[in-house]
Nanobody, 123 residues
Framework: QVQLVESGGGLVQAGGSLRLSCAAS????????MGWFRQAPGKEREFLAK????????YYVDSVKGRFTISRDNAKNTLSLQMNSLKPEDTAVYYC????????????????WGQGTQVTVSS
């Protein structure tokens, strides 16, 4: 299995930027597609973006497309999420996940999760 630890969350003003990181350990990081999710208070966990094993393919939901960029460094076992033009509605706990590119966006039971990092965007 793989262990995931997110970092980089914090408080930022609307229009600002944050870069989240997800450090992986355990089984080979490059064996997994990776994804980012978030969960706002009182809402269900929401899929945001995914990236293929090599990083050649990415996919974003419409709400973050053009503002967020997912990337990975397999040599450093690290996943990143660059978030620009942040909005108050982006406030949530952000999670990274490891799984299969084909269905990681559906959050199946067999994917691995980090513990989450809080992002708060003030207006």
């Amino acid at each position: 299995q793989v262990q995931l630890v997110e970092s980089g969350g914090g408080l930022v003003q609307a229009g600002g930027s944050l870069r989240l990181s997800c450090a992986a350990s355990g089984r080979t990081f490059s064996s997994y597609a990776m994804g980012w999710f978030r969960q706002a208070p009182g809402k269900e966990r929401e899929f945001l973006a995914k990236i293929s094993l090599s990083g050649a393919f990415t996919y974003y939901v419409d709400s973050v497309k053009g503002r967020f960029t997912i990337s990975r460094d397999n040599a450093k076992n690290t996943l990143s999420l660059q978030m620009n033009s942040l909005k108050p509605e982006d406030t949530a706990v952000y999670y990274c996940a490891a799984g299969s590119y084909g269905d990681i966006d559906k959050a199946p039971n067999n994917i691995y999760w980090g513990q989450g990092t809080q992002v708060t965007v003030s207006s």
